[in-house]
Nanobody, 123 residues
């Protein structure tokens, strides 16, 4: 199982970025995928989630209305479109495969994690 996040970078406040999470080594459309982020000195936190078929999504309150999660099962890739970025969105963003049947907001629900991609938002 491999998950690789990409697309991070440096952007000014108010700008946009699109992150990608490319998956391999498993049947991609059997699994929900989540995005999490970890800012320096802080715990990892939930950002967004998408069900296996894409019909169900969920967002942290802090990103709702600004971020959009989507997936392309033909490409085994999940995307996170981030608009109206704020300095407090600065973090390493990682994607993970949801393994269990509990709420998608908790890191314990995910067993496989990809290496993250750094997003830096300047003020």
């Amino acid at each position: 199982v491999q998950l690789q996040a990409s697309g991070g970078g440096l952007v000014q406040a108010g700008g946009s970025l699109r992150l990608s999470c490319a998956a391999s080594g498993f049947t991609f459309d059997d699994y929900a995928i989540g995005w999490f982020r970890q800012a320096p000195g802080k715990e990892r936190e939930f950002v967004a989630y998408i069900s296996w078929g894409g019909g169900s999504t969920g967002y942290a309150d802090s990103v709702k209305g600004r971020f959009t999660i989507s997936r392309d099962n033909a490409k085994s890739t999940v995307y996170l479109q981030m608009n109206s970025l704020k300095p407090e969105d600065t973090a390493v963003y990682s994607c993970a495969r949801k393994e269990y049947t509990g709420a998608p907001f908790y890191t314990r629900e995910y067993a496989y994690w990809g290496q993250g991609t750094l997003v830096t938002v300047s003020s």
